[in-house]
């Protein structure tokens, strides 16, 4: 069965700065999960080992699934605290898959146990393989975790579905932390590209630090990303092991680890990424993906914050052909279709096969009327020319796709909402612009999101302009979206068109429209997938 690839992959180190080293010390690193270094591992559940090197925690043939896999050997609870040397539990990258047809969930778990078996009693879905109903929050359980939760459960109080919390004895977390956005960084355990996560314990201070940023920023950010107060001593098991736990609910998914590395009283030795086992490919048509496949491929919402990643790197993009390059560049098919995603989701505009090369300054020539319905200009429709201004109204419809989440014509939908930018206006007109969102996001948003959508919604009517010459130019397109002009100026909702509206009083024109938009499972949505 084909799988689309959602990946996170975190590095995690830990630290637990607890007391002198003596005979119990332990340092190893699993570069990869190859030969004889597995029998150090106790695998319990559905995990198994692949023959590839990849520790398989859960996988696709069934739902509600377990899956754990712990280091043998224990470190004891009762190491006297301490002088200053560390514990350090690990580097691990993971990664999950997800069925096509599926959403991401449920979740895994870096885990301190006081047993290496499969726990007792412990259920899958929202319960993380850790706890069940009736032991969920009981302190006789002595385990800590650092829970990666890719589905919300309101009974535990989760924030969102796409969040990182410290777990002691229950899953209500006793702090958790959304990771679509963190200073300003862009992350989603969602989101396909990789994650460093550090977590730290001291045995002296009491306290556990997660810090959290993106692999390609590479440097450890200054502040925890959470920090709370747990005192190990307190546990009552003799002895406490690592490891990982992962479970499924309703959802196909399969979590994997890369590698780990763990080291008592020092830092734990890096992973050499150049061993780390290659993850299972997804379909090789799937490796360059456009908006319109993915929602065919899919069915999972990528975080908005991801999303709007990917708005400004189309933006910067046009910004480029239109006034940077020796020559001015018309796209004059600008479409969600037309943007290509790589495995980290790098937006890329592609098929230039109607597109438009001459000199800046001088008139680019064209008459022949070109593009998609739907994302044409109004003057298109009267002159057939395609300017700079075509692609800013197309990039516009872009812009407003990305957020709500379809097409911008879907004749099935009420007669309200056929149109997508009538019905933006619309909202943004009552003071309700926000109705819009793509409800798979969720509706319990960070304020930094809220304002982050209303910001690329009202930036998108601007590009809506009826009158070409009051639309902004991809430069300042750029600017708003990054912040750098503000305030942003008021919509002017009266001067808002689109191809429907501007066609003259034929009925022909309109059902030709609503007959060329594309059917409604073809909707274009931003998904996850590598």
Not at 372 to 377: D, E, I, K, P, Q
Request: charged share 20%; proline share 6%; with cysteine.
């Amino acid at each position: 069965m084909s799988k689309t690839l959602i990946s996170f992959l975190i590095m995690i180190r830990i630290c637990v700065f607890l007391g002198a080293a003596d005979h119990h010390d332990i340092d190893f690193v699993y570069n990869g999960f190859h030969g004889g270094s597995v029998i150090n591992l106790t695998i319990n559940g559905v995990a198994e080992i692949t023959r590839n090197g990849l520790l398989r925690l859960t996988n696709t043939s069934d739902r509600n699934q377990v899956g754990y896999a712990f280091f043998q050997a224990p470190f004891p609870r009762t190491i006297p605290v301490p002088a200053e040397p560390g514990l350090s539990l690990g580097t691990m990258p993971m990664t999950k898959v997800v069925e096509k047809e599926a959403t991401v969930g449920n979740g895994m778990a870096f885990v301190v146990s006081p047993s290496k078996e499969l726990i007792k009693g412990a259920q899958p879905s929202q319960y993380l393989g850790l706890f069940n109903m009736s032991n969920n929050g009981d302190p006789s359980n002595n385990i800590t975790a650092v829970e990666f939760d890719t589905i919300s459960s309101p009974e535990f109080e989760d924030i969102n579905g796409d969040h990182v919390g410290i777990d002691i004895n229950g899953l209500r977390s006793v702090v958790s932390e959304p990771t679509a956005y963190f200073g300003n960084q862009l992350m989603s355990l969602k989101g396909g590209y990789p994650l460093q996560v550090w977590v730290d314990y001291s045995g002296e201070r009491r306290t556990l630090d997660v810090t959290v940023s993106t692999l390609q920023r590479g440097e450890r950010p200054g502040g925890p990303f959470l920090s709370t107060t747990v005192d190990l001593s307190t546990v009552t098991a003799d002895s406490l092991y690592v490891g990982f736990s992962a479970c499924t609910g309703t959802y196909l998914t399969s979590h994997y680890v890369l590698g780990w590395s763990f080291k008592t009283n020092g830092q734990a030795r890096p992973l050499d990424a150049s061993k780390l086992p290659i993850l299972p490919s997804p379909e090789k048509e799937s490796k360059t993906r456009d908006l319109l496949q993915l929602v065919i491929a899919a069915a999972v919402a990528v975080a908005f914050l991801i999303r709007l990643g990917i708005v400004k790197q189309i933006a910067s993009g046009l910004f480029y052909l239109h006034e940077r390059w020796t020559h001015t560049v018309l796209h004059r098919d600008m479409k969600a279709s037309n943007v290509l995603l790589d495995g980290d989701f790098n937006g890329r505009l592609g098929d230039f096969g109607l597109s438009r090369l001459y000199e800046h300054g001088s008139d680019p020539q064209t008459t022949r009327l070109m593009g998609t319905f739907g994302y044409m200009a109004p003057e298109l429709n009267r002159t057939g020319r395609a300017t700079k201004s075509t692609d800013v109204y197309a990039f516009g419809v872009f812009m407003l796709e990305v957020v709500c989440g379809r097409k911008p014509i879907d004749p099935r939908a009420p007669t309200e909402r056929i149109i997508l930018v009538d019905w933006v206006a619309e909202r943004l007109r009552g003071g309700r612009i926000l109705d819009v969102v793509d409800r798979r996001l969720g509706r319990n948003f960070e304020p930094k999101e809220k304002e982050e959508m209303e910001l690329v919604l009202r930036v998108g009517l601007l590009c809506l302009n009826a009158t070409a010459e009051e639309r902004p130019s991809m430069e300042k397109v750029t600017h708003f979206l990054d912040r750098v002009l503000s305030p942003l100026p008021e919509v002017p909702l009266d001067s808002l068109d689109i191809n429907i509206n501007t066609a003259g009083s034929t009925n022909g024109y309109e059902n030709h429209l609503l007959s060329s938009a594309p059917p409604l499972e073809s909707v274009s949505i931003l998904v996850g997938g590598r």
